[in-house]
T-cell receptor, first 111, second 113 residues
Framework: NAGVTQTPKFRILKIGQSMTLQCTQD?????MYWYRQDPGMGLKLIYY???????DKGEVPNGYNVSRSTTEDFPLRLELAAPSQTSVYFC??????????FGQGTRLTVV | AQTVTQSQPEMSVQEAETVTLSCTYD???????LFWYKQPPSRQMILVIR??????QNATENRFSVNFQKAAKSFSLKISDSQLGDAAMYFC??????????FGGGTRLMVKP
């Protein structure tokens, strides 16, 4: 099992560009999450999904979109990137209320 | 919306001593789960311990234990016999009935040799 895989690991975007952060898990987990972590801060929930076809907003959803067409994949879309979206992004998954498994993170810089 | 507060941005402990990290949360629910996660410099998130709100007994995992006070909405983590490898960011997390998992701002733990 690869666990939770995030791509890319690093990315530099120009203001106004868009991109998709990919997240894939091979553990057949039903719940998936996207977080952002600003330097020295905690994790803020962007979006989450309790199963394929179901997504819901977290604490800081503005400027982001998600989709969950399969159990395995939960991509995060950034439209019109802004400097305030410079952060480290983590994807996580779990089955029910068990331990959440996290990806290695994507460091995004918007210049 | 639930909020999770960690009031100690940084803590320091001498190796082999005991340290307690604080966490409070705000909720109107009666059934939920609480977690402590550790994040070393590698950025990897590692589960330390979990507590079900319906269980009165405090969870324990080796040198890690919690003091869960449901009425006070408090969930502190005690690390006994601190080791150099315990140095990391520690995050408290709350899981609501809808499985939304929210984190506190974190506490940076430093361990002095």
């Amino acid at each position: 099992n690869a666990g939770v895989t995030q791509t890319p690991k690093f990315r530099i975007l120009k203001i106004g560009q868009s991109m998709t952060l990919q997240c894939t898990q091979d553990m057949n987990h039903n719940y998936m999450y996207w977080y952002r972590q600003d330097p020295g801060m905690g994790l803020k929930l962007i979006y989450y999904s309790v199963g394929a076809g179901i997504t819901d907003k977290g604490e800081v959803p503005n400027g982001y979109n998600v989709s969950r067409s399969t159990t395995e994949d939960f991509p995060l879309r950034l439209e019109l990137a802004a400097p305030s979206q410079t952060s480290v992004y983590f994807c996580a998954s779990r089955y029910g209320l068990t331990e959440a498994f996290f990806g290695q993170g994507t460091r995004l810089t918007v210049v | 919306a639930q909020t999770v507060t960690q009031s100690q941005p940084e803590m320091s402990v001498q190796e082999a001593e005991t340290v307690t990290l604080s966490c409070t949360y705000d909720t109107s629910e009666s059934d939920y789960y609480l977690f402590w996660y550790k994040q070393p410099p590698s950025r990897q998130m590692i589960l330390v311990i979990r507590q079900e709100a319906y269980k009165q007994q405090n969870a324990t995992e080796n040198r890690f234990s919690v003091n869960f006070q449901k009425a006070a909405k408090s969930f502190s983590l005690k690390i006994s016999d601190s080791q150099l490898g315990d140095a990391a960011m520690y995050f408290c997390a709350y899981n609501n009935a809808g499985n939304m998992l929210t984190f506190g701002g974190g506490t940076r733990l430093m361990v002095k040799p």
